[in-house]
């Protein structure tokens, strides 16, 4: 096999231009980078790998995890020397392996046929890593799926796909959502929607989170606004027990969701 080695070369500009939002959103395609992504994506979701790149020291690496059941799939692996993975890649240090993936979200009318138990919702959620945080604590806490707002960061970002450590390819992703109109859906399907805001005069532990919910998460900054807070079931607060101020998103999504995890497991 050869390596490709020209970094300057066509096919390379098309892989890097996956970074633009534009770009992914005209292919359908996006880039995982990095060995846990790129395992993840060939373990369970190989109908969807476009093209798996490594350079010989990561095939080498991870000829048993990645590689072999890569090819064992019907992949294309294209060996690529370091500069040309740079030149593709989003980050500096992308660990000697990537892979171009198609672009597959599910729809929310899908997702609520199933029967969900627990689920969450970003809205307005901007920043990529809190965003990534949210998908990989929902993937960790047995969520059935995550649903993303049209306001929200893309999921399918470099930034956000990374933080999601492989997550985004084991559970549905619902994206491009009007919030409100989700918010009337969720309810026809027997789904309480639960807003996490410091607002919140209920505390989390005071919550039955046995029945089937959504939790709603707003903006990094300001929250969620009041008309928002007024159209769930429960307004919930996650408890400060020390000096800290406040949770961060991310670290807020992840407690409400093990919650949920814990609660449900005891009930079920």
């Known amino acids: 096999m050869t390596a490709l080695t020209n970094p300057r070369s066509d096919r390379v500009k098309s892989v890097r231009a996956l970074s633009r939002r534009s770009v992914r959103v005209g292919t359908g395609r996006f880039l995982a980078e990095g060995p846990q992504a790129v395992r993840e994506a060939v373990r369970h979701a190989a109908a969807d790998v ?3 790149y490594t350079t010989a020291e990561a095939a080498r690496r991870f000829a048993a995890d ?3 059941p890569a090819r064992e799939a019907g992949l294309f692996v294209h060996e690529v020397s370091e500069q040309v993975l740079a030149a593709m890649c989003d980050t500096g240090s992308p660990q000697g392996i990537a892979a171009v993936c198609r672009v597959v979200a599910s729809s929310l009318e899908t997702v609520l046929a199933r029967g969900p138990r627990l689920l969450v919702l970003l809205s307005n959620v901007r920043d990529p890593g809190n965003a990534g945080t949210v998908v990989r604590g929902a993937d960790a806490a047995g969520a059935d799926a995550v649903l993303v707002s049209e306001n929200s960061v893309d ?3 470099p930034k956000v796909v ?3 450590a492989g997550s985004l390819f084991h559970l549905p992703l619902v994206i491009g959502l009007d919030v ?7 309810r026809r399907a027997g789904v309480r929607v639960l807003a996490a805001d410091g607002a919140g005069t ?4 005071d919550v039955d989170l046995g029945v089937p919910h959504a939790w709603l998460m707003g903006n990094e900054a300001w929250g969620l606004p009041e008309e928002l807070r007024e159209r769930c079931d429960e307004v919930v607060r996650v408890p400060i027990y020390g000096q800290a101020e406040s949770l961060n998103l991310a670290m807020a999504a992840t407690v409400c969701l093990y919650a949920s995890a814990g609660a449900q497991r005891r009930d079920g």
């Open 50 to 52: 476009v093209d798996v």
């Open 66 to 68: 990645i590689i072999e």
């Open 155 to 157: 999921v399918f970002a």
């Open 162 to 164: 990374r933080s999601t």
């Open 180 to 186: 409100e109109t989700t918010l009337e859906a969720l």
């Open 202 to 205: 209920l505390l989390l532990p």
